[in-house]
Every structure is written in C-alpha cells, then in structure tokens.
C-alpha cells in the first residue's frame, strides 16, 4: 500500500511540475532543479520591471479575506523524508493540496499576455510652452508659359522707347512715324544653301533732318539701304547710295551664305540711311522681319512701313590692327590688317579708302606713312607693314594715330574715322592693346578697333589734336 502511495506522489509530482517545467521529472515546487541556457531563453516581449498589476489586485483581496488563498499565503512546509527517502502520506497530501490551490489561483487571475500602455514618444525640446505649428502654404507651381508672361520683352528690347509696334499695321505705323514704306523680297536656295535678299524700292521718305533735330533746307535725301542677318551686324551688306530723291529705286540683290535651320533663327534687319558727305550719316527707318515667320523657299514680297531706329548714326566701321615692340633693336612695327564696314564716302561707287599713321611723341608729330587705297569697297584688305624709330625709353610717351580716308581726286579726302593708341589713347579698347603690347615685347599683338569722330578723339586725347 505505501508502495502504490509513494508511486501516485511520484506521478502527481511529475505532473504539477510539468506546468512550470517541461524538463524536470524530479519532484521540485519551483523549477529550481533545471534552470535553462542563456541561448534557449525566448524573450516574448518587453514587460514592465514592476510587479504586474493582476498578481497586485490579488493580494490586495486575499488581504480583505478573501478566501481564497495564493502561495504567498500558504506556508510552504519543509520536506522532510523518511528514513527510507520517502515523504509521508500526510505530506504528500499536504504538498499536493497547496499547489493545486496556487495553481488554480494562478490560473483564474493571470491574463493570457501582459498589457502595455506604450506612449507615442515626442522628440524635440523641452519646453514649458509648446507652440502650435502652422501648416506651410501651398504655393502656386508657374508653368514655363506663366513664368514668361511675366516679363514685357519691349521692356527689354533696344528700342525700349518704342511703343510696341506688332499691333499696329503697316498703315498705322505709316501714319503715326511717317517715315515712309520699304519694298523687298526673298528666297532661299536649298540647291546651293544661300539666302538671297532683294533690295527692289521705297518711296515717301523723310527729308533730311540735322542732328540737332531742326530740319535743313535740303529738299531731297541720298538714301541707302543696310542688309544684315541679326545678331551677327558685324557681316553686314549696302546698296549703292541714291541721289537727291525720296522714292529710290535700288533693284539689287545680296546672298547671304547659311544652312536653312540658322537662317530660320535669324532676323532679318534692313535699316535705310541717309548719306551725308560732310557729317555722320543718319538712319531714317528700319524695318526687321523674323524669317522663322515667312516662307523661305516659296519666297515673297512685302512692302513694310520703317519704324524709328535706336541707332540714330550709322558707325563709322572697324580696322583690325597688329603691333609688335623690339626693344633691342628700338623699332615699333605697326601692321595694317584689314577694315570692315567702313562708312561710304563716294554717292555713285563705295569708297576709296586707305589708312594714315602718325607717330606723336609726347605732343609733337614725328613721322608720318599711309597705305595705299582701295577702290570701289568699304571692306579693304591690306596686309601692309609699318616700322617706327623708337627708344624702349621714349616708348612710354609715344602715341600712334590711326586715320581712315576716303580717297578723292578732285578734293580734299573724306574723313572716316580715327583712333589713338598709346600715351594719349581715345579709349579703353586702345589702351588696352597698348599695354598689351607693352607687356608682350617680340610678340605681334593683333586686335580689332572701332572707329571714332574727329571730334570724339580730339576731345579725350591731345595727339589727335596735333595730326591733320
């Protein structure tokens, strides 16, 4: 009989020991005789450090006498054997009726998983007053479109002065500028990759008028026209001048070499000028025609009205120079290039020009040499050298006046233009090419120069007072 009681204890052990460890077959109260591995602990969660709030509430009610009764409650009675290594009966009954009451207790009050109250966390700083945060406007995204329409391009075209004349037709800008009408055409070859502009009339031009703005008594104007394809002004081409009249008849043709793509991006400016022999000579109209907006190879004639030109004077035109200083054997040599768009000095043939140098040392005229003229051009080549006498230390008080002349038989030459480079420079163009030069002896310094008035030269520099 002890044998079959001590074999059930065995069995009820085995079992109650089972709820709290899967591995112990020994007869423990606590799991205290096989404790796992750090590697096979599973954690399932984070849990509060604090003594759960469930095993709380129950205590507190087996203190109000409740009765029913934890193992906190239950003295836990020694284990004592048996001189044979037995528990008793009566233990036995006792160890088995105290865990049965903690497990069952156990079993009723403990939630199935602990709950956690998790707090969104806040990062930022501390603060005693929080400030509410305004929601960013929405700003309005600007399509390309709406972002040009912003601007006025007549606000930043060169004839800002200018009322916008895209809305005005031909008979409205004849009315309102009066400076007459301009009949042209042209057409483009694809065969030969050229664009021929036609320069046919006009008619009910403008007297002359003076610079001061009060007309003369001249009755007629000596009207040309300027060919050139915008922005490139450089390349530009001119009839021949026509006398005394305000219905000229040019009837001459101009090819312009370029692929048909970049002659849809140009603009084609004509810009008719009155040639004045004794002064500076003054543009009456323009007329510009975006070629991206006509017909190249079909071709066509427009009579246009001209509308007011920013550039009431027509420059005087360009020479391209080249200067080399030897300071061993003290010579100063002066190359004469080539000139561009010069103005025109002859009504009926171009001109006829060539160039004078002057060397002035401090203010006095030392030496004097030309080119030889050209006929009939107003773009000259003439590739001719020039060498002067000068001592690296008079070099410093030097200067070299550069005259443009209209070649002419029965009188006096016509004056184009002129520049100063050296001590007394008539610019900062010309000033820089001299220091240029200064700086690079045995070394051909080459640069291109815009021609100036006689009067613009001899009021900023005393040389051009002491040449003819």
């Known amino acids: 009989m002890a044998y079959i009681q001590g074999f059930l204890s065995r069995i009820s052990d085995v079992l109650l020991c089972g709820w709290t460890c899967q591995h112990c077959c020994q007869r423990c ?9 750090e590697d096979e602990v599973e954690i399932l969660g ?39 290594g037995r528990r008793s009966s009566s233990d036995t009954s006792k ?10 207790s156990l079993d009723s009050r403990r939630p199935s998983s602990p709950l956690i109250d998790i707090k969104p966390i806040e990062f930022g700083v501390l603060s005693a007053k929080k400030e509410p945060i305004q929601p960013s406007v929405l700003r309005r995204t600007y399509t390309p479109d709406d972002y040009f329409r912003k601007f006025e391009p007549r606000l930043y075209s060169l004839d800002s002065n200018l009322d916008d004349v895209d809305s005005l037709t031909d008979e409205e800008i004849m009315s309102k500028y009066q400076l007459g009408m301009l009949h042209f055409s042209t057409q483009y070859d694809l065969l030969h990759n050229h664009l021929t502009v036609r320069v046919i009339e006009a008619r009910d031009l403008p007297p002359p008028i003076s610079h001061d703005g009060s007309r003369q008594d001249m009755a007629h104007s000596n009207p040309y026209v300027k060919i050139c394809l915008l922005p490139d002004q450089k ?19 101009y090819t312009f070499e370029i692929p ?4 849809q991006r140009r603009t084609l400016l004509l810009t008719v000028v009155d040639f004045d022999k004794f002064s500076r000579h003054c543009v009456i109209g ?35 120079l080249s200067l080399n200083y030897l300071p061993s054997a003290g010579r100063l040599n002066v190359d004469i290039i080539r000139a561009k768009q010069l103005l ?49 230390e008079e070099l410093e008080n030097a200067s070299l006046v550069f005259t443009v002349f209209g070649h ?19 610019g900062p163009s010309e000033s820089n090419h001299w220091r240029r030069m200064l700086n690079t002896h045995r070394t051909a310094v080459e640069q291109w120069h815009s021609l100036r008035s006689r009067a613009e030269c001899d009021r900023v520099s005393p040389a051009s007072l002491e040449v003819t």
């Open 46 to 84: 984070p849990f509060p450090a604090q003594t759960p709030p469930w095993l709380m509430a129950s205590r507190s009610n087996d203190k109000d006498g409740d009765s029913v009764h934890t193992a906190s409650d239950v003295p836990l009675t020694p284990r004592t054997n048996s001189p044979d």
């Open 344 to 392: 025109q000095t002859d009504v009926s043939q171009g001109s006829d020009p060539f160039v004078k140098i002057q060397l002035v040392h401090g203010l006095k005229l030392v030496k004097t040499k030309k080119t030889s003229f050209l006929r009939g051009t107003i773009d000259p080549f003439y590739n001719e050298s020039f060498s002067f006498k000068v001592p690296q």
């Open 286 to 320: 323009k007329v510009a025609v975006p070629l991206c907006e006509v017909d190249l190879v079909k071709g066509g004639h427009w009579w246009k009205a001209l509308i007011p030109s920013s550039q009431n004077e027509v420059e005087l035109g360009e020479l391209l």
């Open 29 to 37: 109260y606590e799991s205290s005789c096989c404790q796992s591995s």
């Open 408 to 426: 002419n038989m029965k009188s006096s030459n016509d004056f184009i233009g002129r520049i100063v480079i050296g001590q007394y420079s008539s």
């Open 235 to 253: 390349n530009s081409k001119q009839t021949g001048v026509k006398r005394k009249t305000q219905k000229p008849v040019f009837e001459e043709r």
């Open 95 to 104: 160890s088995t009726y105290s865990l049965t009451r903690r497990i069952s």
């Open 260 to 263: 048909f793509l970049e002659a």
